[in-house]
């Protein structure tokens, strides 16, 4: 696919970086203090960006959307990872405050770019709160956005403590318009019931079956039984994570609808996505 990181200007994928968080001589209750101190100033000095993935159609290549990610680069330690300060957050009971940050800014940048779609996830948290709906709506009455260029991330483990409230929530951000995907799918509970109750409009199939394929003979059958279900009940099959081309042809096969991972591009700033978008726009 080199073509397509050269038609977009973008160096090929290094390999990853470092992770910067991770300081094993902090004790963890120091770790934790630290952590709640500095997400604080950070929130003060609104000292976060979102970085935008693409998510291409399987058949074709063509940019379909873009994942809005949240990040935080400290001023020490660099960029730490949204998978360790976000649970923090969430203890902190901010976490519907940078939610609502993402998702303006997330609805912000889309007005730059024509017809894709942008995805927002949501925490647990912010499920759980009905004002979730309320926020939604002004987020999509004060940018202008369609609201079917909204695609809202839930993660699995938000319906379930209390399914019939967050049926009624899902139901609820449906009628404004906006589309539901079920994140990180076949990595926590998976309850096949959940696809029977709610109605989803995509799911993400988690980045762990990908990586597995190749490696495990079952991964491929897994992805293939998801992609069969999801025909079945009309929903788009996103996969996340893909890396090699190998992967790209394997997912293609199985029937997966759309892929997103660090072969085709890594999370950017708006500013890219903006480069990347624009000769699929012109095509
Ligand atoms: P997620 O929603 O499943 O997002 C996809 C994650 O996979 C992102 O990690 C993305 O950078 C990474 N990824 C994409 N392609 C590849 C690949 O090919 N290989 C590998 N190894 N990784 C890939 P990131 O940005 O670190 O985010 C981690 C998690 O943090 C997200 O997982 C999501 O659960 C959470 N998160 C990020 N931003 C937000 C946000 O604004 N709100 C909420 N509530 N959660 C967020
Ligand atoms: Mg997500
Ligand atoms: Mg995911």
């Known amino acids: 696919l080199s073509w397509w990181r050269l038609r977009a200007g973008e160096a090929p994928a290094k390999p990853d970086s470092p992770a910067p968080d991770k300081i094993e001589s902090v004790a963890p209750d120091d770790e934790q203090q630290f952590m709640r101190r ?50 923090v957050a969430e203890q902190m009971g901010v976490m519907d405050e940078l939610g609502e940050f993402v998702l303006n800014r997330a609805l912000e940048d889309a007005k730059a770019w024509p017809d894709i779609y942008v995805s927002v996830n949501l925490s647990p948290l912010q499920v759980r709160d009905r004002k979730i709906v309320d926020v939604v709506r002004s987020a999509l009455a004060s940018s202008g956005v369609a609201p079917s260029r909204l695609v809202l991330e839930i993660t699995e483990g938000v319906l379930i403590d209390n399914p019939q409230e967050m049926l009624k929530r899902i139901e609820e951000l449906r ?51 998801i992609v069969a279900l999801g025909r ?52």
């Not at 394997?250 to 708006?270: I, K, S, T, V």
């Open 38 to 87: 500095e997400l604080a100033r950070a929130l003060k000095a609104r000292a976060f960006e979102v970085h935008y993935q693409p998510i291409v159609a399987a058949a074709g290549g063509r940019i379909n959307g873009v994942e809005a990610l949240l990040r935080w680069t400290h001023p020490e330690r660099g960029a730490i990872s949204p998978a360790t300060f976000i649970p």
């Open 175 to 225: 009628a404004l318009g906006v589309r539901i995907a079920l994140d990180d799918f076949g990595s926590g509970y998976s309850s096949l019931g959940y696809l029977q109750r709610f109605a989803f409009d995509k799911l993400k199939i988690d980045r762990s079956f990908v990586s597995a394929l190749g490696r495990s003979p079952n991964a491929a059958v897994i992805i293939q039984a």
């Open 232 to 283: 079945a009940l009309d929903v788009t099959i996103v996969v996340e994570g893909v890396e090699t081309e190998e992967q790209r042809v394997l997912l293609r096969l199985a029937g997966c609808d759309e892929m997103q991972g660090f072969l085709f591009a890594r999370p950017a700033p708006a500013a890219t996505v903006a480069r990347l978008i624009a000769p699929s726009a012109a095509a």
